[in-house]
């Protein structure tokens, strides 16, 4: 069965601080993917999604993805973190064809002052 | 910008009583969802609508219907509200899922039941 796992429920960082948060998918073949924030008590906004082609995708607020087939993975990426960026983060997959995207459980972002 | 619109944002409704949870947008986008957000467990796909009148089964359709008669509006109806449906309800829209078009989402609705 299709599946999307994000294995860290909460990560705490330093504001300034890298940031990688880890996505990893099972999907016979390479769906389309995506990463989510929302900001406490509001929907999901997208930051930046996957199709094809150069394997580094740029995003909204200084975010960037890095597609790993090999790997099946989907990781964010931040290099520097503001306070702002404290919120929970979902990535999603989408097969193909199908109308359903399948959501990660998500991973909440605290930043350190 | 596209925008999806849940006109309520808090409900408190009784145990027993239906409740109807109303969704627009306004990008003229085929298809709709609704989704269920609740902690540690991530979105939950309810139901779906790929066009006006249409409608699947999500993942945990028990206890909701759908309804979509008009293409910019769908709606989420519990026929009998209980205490496990309180939750957090995101209702997104999107043009075409299937060639992998972004889903938007609207702010939600917290909905307790009491």
């Given at each position: 069965?299709?599946?999307?796992?994000?294995?860290?429920?909460?990560?705490?960082?330093?504001?300034?601080?890298?940031?990688?948060l880890?996505?990893?998918?099972?999907?016979?073949?390479?769906?389309?993917?995506?990463?989510?924030?929302?900001?406490?008590?509001?929907?999901l906004?997208?930051?930046?999604?996957?199709f094809?082609?150069?394997?580094?995708?740029?995003?909204?607020?200084?975010?960037?993805?890095?597609?790993?087939?090999?790997?099946?993975?989907?990781?964010?990426?931040?290099?520097?973190?503001?306070?702002?960026?404290?919120?929970?983060?979902?990535?999603a997959?989408?097969?193909?064809g199908?109308?359903?995207?399948?959501?990660?459980?998500?991973?909440?972002?605290?930043?350190?002052? | 910008?596209?925008?999806?619109?849940?006109?309520?944002?808090?409900?408190?409704?009784?145990?027993?009583?239906?409740?109807?949870?109303?969704?627009?947008?306004?990008?003229?986008?085929?298809?709709?969802?609704?989704?269920?957000?609740?902690?540690?467990?991530?979105?939950?796909?309810?139901?779906?609508?790929?066009?006006?009148?249409?409608?699947?089964?999500?993942?945990?359709?028990?206890?909701?219907?759908?309804?979509?008669?008009?293409k910019?509006?769908?709606s989420?109806?519990?026929?009998?509200?209980?205490?496990?449906?309180?939750?957090?309800?995101?209702c997104?829209?999107?043009?075409?899922?299937?060639?992998?078009?972004?889903?938007?989402?609207?702010?939600?609705?917290?909905?307790?039941?009491?």
């Amino acid at each position: 069965a299709q599946s999307v796992t994000q294995p860290d429920i909460h990560i705490t960082v330093s504001e300034g601080a890298s940031l990688e948060l880890r996505c990893n998918y099972s999907y016979g073949a390479t769906p389309y993917l995506f990463w989510y924030v929302q900001s406490p008590g509001q929907g999901l906004q997208l930051l930046l999604k996957y199709f094809s082609g150069d394997t580094l995708v740029q995003g909204i607020k200084g975010f960037e993805a890095e597609f790993k087939r090999s790997q099946s993975s989907f990781n964010l990426r931040k290099p520097s973190v503001h306070w702002s960026d404290a919120a929970e983060y979902f990535c999603a997959v989408g097969p193909s064809g199908t109308y359903k995207y399948i959501f990660g459980t998500g991973t909440r972002l605290k930043v350190l002052a | 910008d596209v925008k999806v619109t849940q006109s309520s944002r808090y409900l408190v409704k009784r145990t027993g009583e239906k409740v109807f949870l109303e969704c627009v947008q306004d990008m003229d986008h085929e298809n709709m969802f609704w989704y269920r957000q609740d902690p540690g467990l991530g979105l939950r796909l309810i139901y779906f609508s790929y066009d006006v009148k249409m409608k699947e089964k999500g993942d945990i359709p028990e206890g909701y219907s759908v309804s979509r008669e008009k293409k910019e509006r769908f709606s989420l109806i519990l026929e009998s509200a209980s205490t496990n449906q309180t939750s957090m309800y995101l209702c997104a829209s999107s043009s075409d899922t299937r060639s992998g078009n972004t889903i938007y989402f609207g702010e939600g609705s917290w909905l307790t039941v009491v």
